[in-house]
């Protein structure tokens, strides 16, 4: 379905695969201070150790002069004393060192909110903006591996003796880094059988996640951070589950963090094997594949669009007397609205149509000319069927004029109805019988969605083929060119073919988008004209293929079939409102209407 104007060889990048922690370098960092309050005291001490899988890379340390008094408590703690520190260096010329020492590192400290909020404060007084160090606590992963069994509290004095950390800490700055280098490094073994191999695995380590969800992480490392779809697959390589996102690897990633909170989901997590990525050139090309691909496999748990063949249509009888019909396919070229995602929804537009208008709703097929008249019903007795059964040699004439009714209604202005059903609802409500009258706007929504959808779907699906394209990655008004001019962008380029996405590809940057084009309807997947005037795809796909055209910056490149696009002024810019003004403003009105009865 996609193509590029040229293929180039393609590296995945760290972020797309991931940084092993052993290629991580780490600055183990501790603080000794005047107090615990990072506003009103002052850092004493500052100590740190350099580390990259497993093997010190150097250390830092330095007295640091905190500009006042250190208390007799903080002393007698550290044995820093405030002679100590009298002729030591400011903190405005040791920070400078310590950041150039910890340049491009992930900080290491525990409880580091302590420590990195001294840090960050400095920086803020020395008027230093903060480098956005990646950030690693201790405490909050002991606490998610170490139990109360093996310690009776997650101090570092504590975790230091349960791992035999060669230093043992003594509240001075140096001795405190190089011990939590070790508790960190037994934190590490701990995680990895739980799947935490990688840097960014750090950033969920310490969520709520179950032991065997969190172990099938690996299962995103080797997927690609772009746009697409995946699929979980089970022990059999059956499809459980088909999602997308702009970014496979990291939507992947997500389904083994406490941010996934659904059951269902979870167990699936826990069943799957394996997980395959299909790229897409487009975010469009991704929905439409996902939507495909549930339909294919009819994942089980996955919710919606797995049976695009449940869509039903409502529809005028082809025959003498014409009845409206609920159906599952639209195989000629009567009239209809739809598609409903449901046969109840199909039924409550009919019966608006039958409040609307004495349509017939008896089922025999009548014969035009009749030789015995039958015998009238109940509804023709109240006047919501005119009965053409009764006629007897010669054709009833004014059922004509009903039918003709109704299929105007169907293809054409349905103000008959809107205008019947909101008088009926605004007689209901002023004699307070709420209840039918909710009943009747549900019909009137009922009949209203599915007109409004086959106003939108039925000249896309007779197009036989429509080129569109807009500025990729461009966000602003339609019509309106971007700084530098339209040369700056690559072109989102997408074919369709009665209603359903043929191909799609993306141009790179200043390059003529018309050789693309060209490709990708040379290549185009081939579709046959349907039937019946339905898109020749999943009805969702056509809705999403409209949103797509509907989009800002879009541009109309090619039409050709039965259906004129209206075009307006010297860009091109397609009007992809596909009902006319007057049936969009009725539209509109119905549904205004139906709202406010309903509130």
């Not at 389904?255 to 167990?267: D, G, L, P, S, V």
């Amino acid at each position: 379905m996609s193509t590029t104007a040229a293929d180039a060889p393609y590296q995945a990048s760290f972020d797309e695969l991931g940084t092993p922690l052993r290629d991580v370098t780490f600055v183990v960092v501790d603080l000794e201070t005047t107090g615990t309050n990072a506003k009103e005291g002052g850092i004493t001490e500052i100590g740190a150790v350099k580390v990259r899988g497993g093997e010190v890379l150097g250390e830092f340390q330095s007295l640091v002069n905190p500009g006042q008094p250190v208390p007799a408590f903080v002393a007698r703690l550290t044995g820093i004393t405030t002679a100590m520190v009298s002729t030591a260096p400011g903190i405005e010329l040791v920070l400078p060192s310590f950041l150039e020492f910890a340049h491009g590192s992930v900080l290491v400290a525990h409880n580091a909110p302590f420590d990195v909020g001294f840090l960050r404060t400095a920086c803020d007084r020395l008027g230093y903006p903060w480098p956005g160090f990646g950030v690693v606590d201790t405490v909050t992963l002991a606490r998610r591996v170490v139990t109360r069994d093996e310690a009776p509290n997650h101090k570092l004095s504590t975790l230091a003796m349960l791992f035999r950390a060669t230093v043992t800490p003594e509240h001075r700055a140096l001795a405190d880094a190089r011990a939590t280098v070790d508790v960190l490094h037994a934190l590490f073994e701990r995680f990895a059988p739980l799947g935490v191999t990688h840097l960014e695995d750090l950033a969920t380590a310490t969520d709520p996640v179950p032991a065997d969800v969190r172990r099938k992480r690996h299962l995103a490392d080797d997927l690609p951070q772009a746009p697409g779809v995946y699929l979980f697959r089970g022990p059999g390589e059956e499809v459980l589950y088909v999602g997308t996102s702009t970014n496979i690897r990291k939507r992947v990633r997500s389904y083994f963090t406490a941010a996934e909170k659904r059951r269902r989901i979870t167990e699936m997590v826990r069943i799957a094997h394996a997980v395959t990525p299909v790229v897409c050139a487009t975010p469009l090309e991704a929905q439409v594949r996902e939507l495909r691909l549930i339909s294919e496999h009819a994942p089980r748990y996955n919710r919606r669009s797995k049976f695009p063949e449940r869509a039903t249509w409502v529809r005028l009888t082809d025959e003498a007397y014409p009845r409206l019909s609920v159906v599952r396919d639209v195989r000629d070229d009567a009239p209809h609205i739809g598609p409903f995602s449901s046969r109840r929804a199909a039924l409550e537009a009919v019966d608006a149509l039958h409040d609307a208008l004495p349509i017939r709703q008896c089922t025999p097929r009548l014969p035009l000319v009749a030789r015995v008249a039958g015998s009238p019903c109940a509804l023709a007795g109240m006047g919501r069927c005119s009965a053409p059964c009764t006629a007897v040699g010669e054709p009833d004439t004014g059922y004509a004029a009903v039918s003709l009714a109704a299929r105007q209604a169907l293809v054409g202005d349905p103000s008959a109805v809107v205008r019947a059903l909101s008088d009926r609802i605004a007689r209901l409500a002023g004699e307070e019988r709420f209840e039918e009258a909710g009943e009747v706007t549900r019909r009137l929504r009922a009949f209203v969605t599915g007109a409004h959808r086959a106003q939108r779907l039925d000249p896309l699906a007779r197009c036989a083929e429509l080129v569109a394209a807009r500025p990729d990655g461009l966000a602003g008004p339609a019509g309106e060119v971007p700084p530098g001019g339209w040369a700056r962008y690559g072109w989102e380029v997408v074919v369709v073919r009665h209603g359903r996405l043929a191909a799609t590809g993306v141009s790179r940057p200043g390059e003529d988008p018309w050789p693309l084009v060209e490709a990708l309807r040379s290549t185009a997947e081939v579709v046959e004209p349907p039937v019946a005037p339905a898109p020749a795809s999943h009805p969702e796909e056509a809705h999403l293929v409209l949103a797509w055209l509907e989009s800002p910056g879009v541009r109309l490149v090619h039409v050709s079939g039965e259906w004129a696009c209206p075009v307006r002024g010297a860009a091109a810019h397609a009007d992809l409102a596909w009902a006319s003004a007057d049936v969009r403003d009725r539209l509109a009105e119905a549904t205004a209407v139906a709202t406010m009865a309903a509130c």
